[in-house]
């Protein structure tokens, strides 16, 4: 009798113990471990995702600079001290401290927020319509209310004068919600609430303005306007928060749109508008 291979007596059925014949070209079938090592990795992967992108997100340098330290306990305080039916008083006057803007409860005296940008300096501030308006040594105006920074603004060549001024006179508040810039070159006016620039008022050629000679007057500014060949009366410009005093103007509103962005309907000329030199 012939002597058979091994492979042919004991795995040539499909019994107990053996392995059924596959068709060729068929894979064997993985097993349960070898698909679990493989979507481990992608478990992990998905798991990990959403804490590491916060860690990106936080990461990232803030826009223009600013660090604004808000201190929620000193809130807290002024909060329990002040009756429900009151207002809550205004923050006192901003204190520059080194190249920090800082906020102070007038009552209490507890710090209520901090404010830098990284490599800056501020030059002046004014507290006006709950927002601390500043500006900074680059030409950076911004303005918060405590708990963020609203809006930033760069006045145009300020490398030219500002190094020199240092500021003073620069930020003037013109009531109604308005802020003028006075810079040499020209006055430019913007809505503290969202920082739209509202108009711009040009100095008279040859001429400049000068920002610490300002005078306020009742609702208007005053403006010191320096020429060398000019009479006394071309010398002062009078503005409001709608713009250069004349007769006969038609000035453009200052107030937000209703809803849908429409300009309110009583406002003849609600297009910005750029005043012409005089």
């Not at 620069?170 to 503290?192: N, W």
Request: proline share 11%; charged share 20%; net charge positive.
């Amino acid at each position: 009798m012939a002597a058979q291979p091994v492979g042919a007596t004991e795995g040539g059925d499909s019994g107990e113990g053996g392995e059924a014949p596959r068709a060729p070209g068929v894979a064997a079938p993985k097993s349960a471990a070898a698909t679990r090592s493989r979507l481990l990795p992608t478990l992990l992967a998905l798991l990990l995702a959403p804490p590491l992108l916060a860690i990106a997100h936080h990461a990232r340098p803030a826009p223009y600079g600013d660090h604004l330290t808000v201190h929620p306990a000193a809130h807290a305080r002024v909060g329990h001290a002040t009756a429900p039916e009151q207002p809550q008083p205004p923050p006192t006057p901003l204190r520059r401290r080194g190249a920090a803007i800082e906020a102070h409860h007038p009552v209490t005296g507890a710090p209520l927020w901090r404010y830098t940008r990284e490599g800056r300096r501020p030059l002046t501030s004014l507290h006006a319509r709950g927002e601390a308006i500043t500006l900074w040594d680059d030409g950076m105006v911004t303005a918060t209310d405590g708990r963020s920074v609203r809006w930033h603004r760069t006045l145009p060549a300020a490398g030219e004068w500002l190094p020199a001024h240092g500021g003073t006179g620069v930020l003037r508040y013109l009531g109604r919600g308005m802020l003028a810039v006075v810079t040499p070159h020209r006055v430019a006016a913007y809505r503290i609430a969202d920082g739209d620039l509202r108009w711009v008022l040009p100095a008279r050629e040859g001429c400049a303005f000068e920002p610490a000679r300002a005078v306020r007057h009742g609702k208007s500014l005053l403006l010191a306007q320096p020429c060398t060949h000019a009479a006394w009366t071309a010398q002062v410009i009078a503005v409001d928060d709608l713009g250069r005093i004349t007769p006969h103007r038609r000035p453009l509103g200052n107030e937000v749109g209703e809803e849908g962005g429409e300009p309110r309907p009583e406002h003849v000329n609600p297009e910005k508008v750029v005043a012409r030199p005089r």
